[in-house]
């Protein structure tokens, strides 16, 4: 009897073997990236908060407020994280055994033992004094949560986060330029948001508000044609700053070019700062960022566009360029009226982890557009303008295209 029944169940299950494809399916498309992004967001914000902590100068009662509340929260997001995993593995666990059950095959039994024994609950289960430990520091965490809001209640902090902030000054480094040769512009900041300006005054002129630690300098060739602007932290050991947003006040860089300057080759390469540039012409262009948007509005560039950034949306509006390229591993990109018809770009390369891509009357001629967790969308006015070779691929979300390829 016993035998029967073990045969029976080793024998292949069609239905359930034809369910768990279906289910299968649903996994890779959406659960998977689900999950992905879920992770990403929680270790993220725990290592946003802990970098801050690591930044701070902690500043009487109104610090040890925000010091609560960030620690709290982030022990139990971290808890959180730590529950997602758990999760992930127990599903893991069950997807292998339904698999081997409905398609008769013996289940991979070391591969389930490991399994279970590197799941979080079992890593507790088997040390008594941290799983104590554990639940002790959740109550722990919820309560300094409690108490750095009633602190901030009764107005103790306000929660404005001023103690993470070191002190600001302004800064600012001017030099006249010539006018008859092009210039190239390198630009490396660790922090503060980038603005460029087309000034009419007849000097190059650099402004600086961010902490008072900050080095900052503008070294200019003449012989080269180079400005080299350098706004980075003093650190001996660490060289990032985490800004929430809001924290304040807010670093910033503003370059302020003269109108009648021409620059030819510019690279921006920032750490923590958005980057934005309206209505200037250069030859090449290329932005770095790894936690911030990149913005560019009435660029018109004679060959390239190179952006990048880990953390943040890319946004072009009416830009002209020959060629783009732009990449961003969380975020959206949006594209608005690039190049046109009768002038159309040789060729864009847009590719984004975790964000939608959308794209109106962008006349290019060669156009891949790749996107693992969003939708993408093109479109242009213009019927009639048809593209030599159009790549699409979302692993989750809707393509919508209306614009032709070439047979």
């Known amino acids: 009897s016993h035998e029967t029944e073990q045969e029976t169940v080793r024998e292949p299950q069609i239905w359930r073997a034809f369910w768990l494809v279906l289910f299968d399916v649903f996994v890779v498309v959406w659960l998977v990236p689900f999950l992905f992004g879920l992770f990403v967001s929680l270790m993220g914000t725990i290592g946003s908060m802990l970098l801050s902590l690591l930044d701070a100068q902690i500043i009487g009662l109104e610090g040890l407020v925000s010091v609560l509340f960030i620690l709290g929260v982030g022990y139990l997001l971290f808890l959180l994280a730590l529950w997602v995993v758990d999760v992930l593995l127990a599903f893991v666990h069950w997807l292998i055994k339904s698999h081997a059950y409905a398609f008769g095959v013996a289940s991979p039994k070391q591969l389930l033992h490991t399994l279970r024994a ?3 609950q079992s890593f507790f289960l088997r040390r008594p004094v941290l799983s104590t430990l554990k639940g002790t520091l959740a109550v722990v965490g919820v309560f300094m949560i409690a108490a750095s809001l009633v602190l901030a209640f009764v107005g103790v902090g306000g929660f404005n986060f001023q103690p993470f902030v070191r002190e600001h000054i302004d800064q600012t480094e001017t030099r006249e330029v010539t006018t008859e040769e092009a210039w190239n512009l390198t630009l490396e900041s660790d922090i503060g948001a980038i603005t460029f300006h087309e000034s009419t005054d007849d000097f190059f002129r650099v402004d600086s508000y961010a902490p008072d630690d900050t080095n900052f300098e503008v070294f200019f060739n003449d012989d080269e044609g180079s400005i080299h602007v350098k706004h980075t932290l003093d650190r001996q050991w660490f060289p990032i700053s985490i800004n929430f947003g809001f924290f304040t006040p807010q670093s910033s860089l503003d370059i302020y070019v003269p109108e009648n300057v021409r620059l030819d080759e ?27 948007s990149v913005v560019l509005d009435d660029v018109q560039m004679q060959n390239s566009i190179v952006l990048q950034t ?39 390369d847009v590719r984004t982890v975790n964000g939608s891509i959308s794209m109106r009357n962008v006349y290019v001629s060669d156009v891949d557009l790749r996107t693992t967790n969003g939708s993408i969308s093109y479109t242009n006015d213009d019927k009639s303008f048809v593209v030599n070779r159009l790549r699409t691929r979302s ?7 209306d614009v032709d390829e070439k047979e």
């Not at 949306?313 to 018809?341: F, H, K, W």
């Not at 692993?395 to 295209?401: F, P, R």
């Open 118 to 120: 590197i799941r979080p």
């Open 266 to 292: 510019v690279s921006v390469s920032s750490i923590n700062g958005s980057v934005r540039i309206p209505n200037f012409s250069f030859e090449t262009l290329e932005v770095s960022t790894v936690n911030g």
């Open 310 to 348: 880990t953390n943040g949306r890319i946004e072009l509006n009416a830009v002209n360029a020959e060629s783009y390229e732009l990449q961003t591993t969380n975020g959206s990109v949006n594209l608005r009226d690039l190049n046109s018809p009768d002038n159309p770009g040789g060729l864009i």
């Open 395 to 401: 692993t989750h979300g809707s393509i919508t295209v």
